[in-house]
Nanobody
């Protein structure tokens, strides 16, 4: 089970940090990903990280503004979001799969419930 939190309302240019905690003792073997879904749109890839943090990947739209990380002791992955824009408004989902991250949502086995991020003045 994955539990995502940290969403909220923020002004353009602001920052938020999302967290996703896994209730699984083998979290350290999971690749983690973040996706987002705006109203009326598909669920799109945002960022991913491998089980050992050696490889990260980002969507072009967030590269340089967002950063994914993980703490295998706390069974938690994070998404630091800076310089937020109104177009970043969406429900953000975390997901997990074995070992490696992936930009393809169908590659993931486990999904969190989503947390709303709204960027507006």
């Amino acid at each position: 089970q994955l539990q995502a939190c940290g969403g909220g309302l923020v002004q353009p240019g602001g920052s938020l940090r999302l967290s996703c905690t896994a209730s699984r003792r083998f979290f350290s073997t999971l690749g983690m990903g973040w996706f987002r879904q705006a109203p009326g749109k598909e669920r799109d890839f945002v960022a991913a990280i491998d089980w050992n943090s050696e490889t990260e990947g980002y969507a072009d739209s967030v590269r340089g503004r967002f950063a994914i990380s993980r703490d295998n002791v706390k069974n938690t992955t994070y998404l630091q979001m800076n310089s937020l824009k109104p177009e970043d408004t969406a429900v953000y989902y975390c997901a997990a799969r074995s070992f490696t991250g992936s930009q393809h949502r169908n590659d993931y086995t486990y999904w969190g419930q989503g947390t709303q991020v709204t960027v507006s003045s």
